[in-house]
């Protein structure tokens, strides 16, 4: 059922973009449709972000403007969805941080495991403009850039039968990773056996015991339901992925200077609005996990992970010296807020 809607409005939408030979740009006098995708689910901190920014721009350009946003993957896979975007099928796309890298390799950075030392130092990074521009700006050849970043949390391993409280725990297990070779080399150098998969098929796979695990935020355990099969989830702290709302650049570039700068003004409150809402969301999972899934949480030394993926970081940056400002930047910030335990932490 779900497939079918999914392809009904595939089919719309292209059918959109070959008729106006331009993406979804609108006649005269009629209003310029704004397709915005993502595959969370409807009361997800990033869907509220973006009904957020849709009441926005509709009440600044609503003459003009008609924002129509699409949860839980209506559009297709997070791959999928990007791919529109570069092509302006749609206008709009939250993606994984992770599955970039295979636009522009730059975006690598960011999912480099143990990249930032604590919560602080990945939001002050981020907040940054001369670590976030060189990343942001190197898709544009690809036909669209990113317009904010959103936060995804900690992203830690989850299991069905027993908890990950070492490496060594994750030999012989299948687990489901993103798909971008970061995470495929991250996996293997941790023990396990990297399954990639989009975020939509993850369910079915625990289910079936096609993978053994997964890794992501505690969101993940409620509103996507692993935790109704994953009951044990250890804070192992490896990555900090943000998401990212990216947009094609015909639809950024065609629009008046005035129209671009209250977009802008959206995307900052998607950012805004989506953090608060975060804090809020990641606190409520976590206490639903544990109190109607009976998900245990584990707090294991973080360092023997750390130590096995570190060499990632250095074998990066000799392919992409042009990054390494953009990495000794974040090294500051990671001096400035230091974490003295990660796992003191995320309690
Ligand atoms: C998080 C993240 C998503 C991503 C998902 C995944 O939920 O916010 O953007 O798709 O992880 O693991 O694929």
Known sequence: MKKKRQYLLLSCIFLAAAVTAGGCAAA???????????????????NTALLAFEEYIESRLGDRYDVE????????????MVQLTQTGAIDICVASNSILETFSENYTLFNMPYLFAS????????????????????????????VAWI?????NFYTVSTPVLSPADLRGLKIRVQQSPTNVQMMRLLGGSATPMGFGEVYTALQSRVIDGAENNEMALTSNGHGDI??????????????????????????????????????????EIQRREWVKAVEQ????????????????????????????????LAGHEDIRPVYDRIQEYNIQYPSSSLTEDSK
Do not use: W
């Open 69 to 80: 946003v699409y949860p839980s993957e209506l559009l297709g896979s997070q791959t999928d």
């Open 28 to 46: 005269e006098g009629e209003k310029d449709l704004v397709y915005v995708g993502h595959n969370q689910a409807f009361d997800h901190p990033t």
């Open 151 to 155: 936060d995804a949390g900690t992203r």
């Open 230 to 271: 994953c009951k044990f989830y250890s804070y192992d702290m490896h990555q900090m992925i943000p998401d990212i709302l990216v947009a094609n650049n015909r639809f950024l570039e065609n629009m008046s200077p005035e129209d671009r700068q209250i977009f802008e003004e959206g995307f900052r409150l998607v950012n």
């Open 285 to 316: 999972a976590k206490e639903k996990a544990q109190a109607t899934q009976q998900v245990r949480f584990f707090y294991p030394d973080t360092r023997p992970f750390q130590e096995i993926c570190m060499p990632m970081h250095q074998e990066f």
């Open 119 to 146: 919560s602080e130092a990945y939001h002050r990074a981020m907040d940054d403009k001369t670590v976030t521009a060189p990343i942001f700006n190197s898709t544009a050849e690809a036909g669209f850039r990113a």
